[in-house]
């Protein structure tokens, strides 16, 4: 049985004028007690996907739990509920960024624990698997920096001012971080026999 | 569609991340839940508290003394107020 408050937890337009995410994030900061659940439902694929794209499987749940326990901290002091998702993004940035500190100082057994990837999700196919490790193999080679970018510009599709925000870098670093970034990725992909 | 070919590679074959453990949300939701603070962290300044309030309440009586034209005051009240006879109640 489904807690009648359960199911419309994004309250409607009617009721508040706000974007339903930012009416949700509201909700938490006024201490509703269901709020941060659907808050973590609502944001944790895309938190959770961000992660993995820059830091691998590992440490993924751990890098997940930083990253929500750091917003329910911080989410009293959030004045500006229109910039959350830039907030929200610097806050999983600054998570990766602190783990790939932690993995570059023990780098000799992460190299082996980043080899195994236990919970892969089943690829439809054997090429589409191939594909999507040389990805994954390609950002790898990437300079942290580039990485970033060109994972929140490229699979995250966020604008290059949201990134250049979120990074507290000019856009026309982004831009040439991008540019740089393609370049390395095209490269790698073009070795491995890819046509682009 | 984006007209970089790379680009639509990136988004058609980017990785997927695992599914998280069943009990992460459980995990995440019980860390942000709030605790009750263990006695320890309230325990102290109640007891100080209630020890200076005692100790401020006994110290005021033992300093207040009324003065001489507090005492007269007071006599003449009772004086005034006495409504019982002038002898004594005889002892039982």
């Known amino acids: ?196 | 569609m984006n007209p970089d070919p790379l680009v639509n590679f990136l988004q058609q074959y980017a990785p997927t991340a695992p599914p998280p453990s069943p009990g992460l949300e459980a995990r995440i939701l019980n860390a942000t839940r709030p605790q009750p603070r263990p006695v320890w962290h309230w325990f102290p300044p109640a007891l100080a508290v209630a020890g200076l309030s005692l100790w401020l309440g006994v110290a005021s009586a033992h300093l207040w003394q009324p003065s001489p034209a507090q005492v007269a005051e007071m006599e003449a009240w009772v004086e005034a107020n006495w409504h019982g006879g002038d002898e004594l109640l005889p002892l039982p």
């Open chain 1, 1 to 196: 049985m489904v807690p009648a408050a359960c199911v419309n937890p994004i309250p409607t337009q009617a009721e508040t004028p706000l974007h339903p995410d930012l009416a949700l994030v509201q909700r938490c900061q006024q201490g509703d007690p269901e709020g941060f659940r659907w808050l973590y439902r609502r944001f944790q694929p895309r938190v959770r996907g961000t992660l993995y794209r820059l830091c691998g499987a590992v440490a993924l749940d751990d890098l997940t739990q930083e990253v929500f326990m750091r917003v329910w901290r911080g989410l009293p002091r959030l004045r500006q509920l229109d910039i959350f998702n830039t907030w929200l993004y610097r806050i999983t940035l600054n998570v990766a960024t602190d783990y790939r500190r932690q993995c570059a100082q023990k780098r000799t057994q992460m190299e082996t624990l980043t080899q195994t990837s236990p919970d892969r999700v089943p690829a439809p196919d054997l090429m589409h698997l191939h594909y999507e490790e040389l990805v994954r193999q390609g950002l790898e080679t990437l300079s942290f920096e580039h990485r970033t970018v060109l994972v929140l510009h490229d699979l995250e599709s966020l604008p290059q001012k949201e990134i250049s925000e979120i990074l507290r870098i000019p856009v026309g670093t982004v831009k040439s971080r991008l540019f740089h970034a393609r370049a390395a990725l095209r490269r790698h992909l073009e070795q491995q026999g890819v046509t682009l």
